[in-house]
């Protein structure tokens, strides 16, 4: 079992930033690709971006530039810093990491954390 905790949301303002962390613990050995996703109101949730254990990233279109995806394997961290921010990025932001091992592949979910841009 995997277990993962989000931090880091709160309200801001257009342009602003904000760094969000998710942290992992239990058997974190069988992680493998690790991925935020949000879900707006009134939206289907999605996927924002995702790293491989080899560091291959991948960003939505609506993020690219804005966001930064990273990973630290020694601290079992995933983080997510968001700069300029948009109201369209207001949603629940959860942290999303999958076991391969297991057939099908285990899915683990954070329990989300708000983020609110003002404009």
């Known amino acids: 079992q995997v277990q993962l905790v989000e931090s880091g949301g709160g309200l801001v303002q257009t342009g602003g930033s904000l760094r969000l962390s998710c942290a992992a613990s239990g058997d974190i050995f069988r992680i493998g690709t690790m991925r935020w996703y949000r879900q707006g109101p009134g939206k289907q949730r999605e996927l924002v971006a995702s790293?491989?254990?080899?560091?291959?990233?991948y960003y939505a279109d609506s993020v690219k530039g804005r966001f930064t995806i990273s990973r630290d394997t020694a601290k079992n961290t995933l983080f997510l810093q968001m700069n300029s921010l948009k109201p369209e990025d207001t949603a629940v932001y959860y942290c999303?990491?999958?076991?391969?091992?297991?057939?099908?592949?285990?899915?683990?979910w954070g329990q989300g954390t708000q983020v609110t841009v003002s404009l």
């Open positions: 999303h990491a999958e076991d391969p091992v297991t057939v099908p592949p285990q899915n683990y």
């Open positions: 790293i491989t254990r080899t560091s291959r990233i």
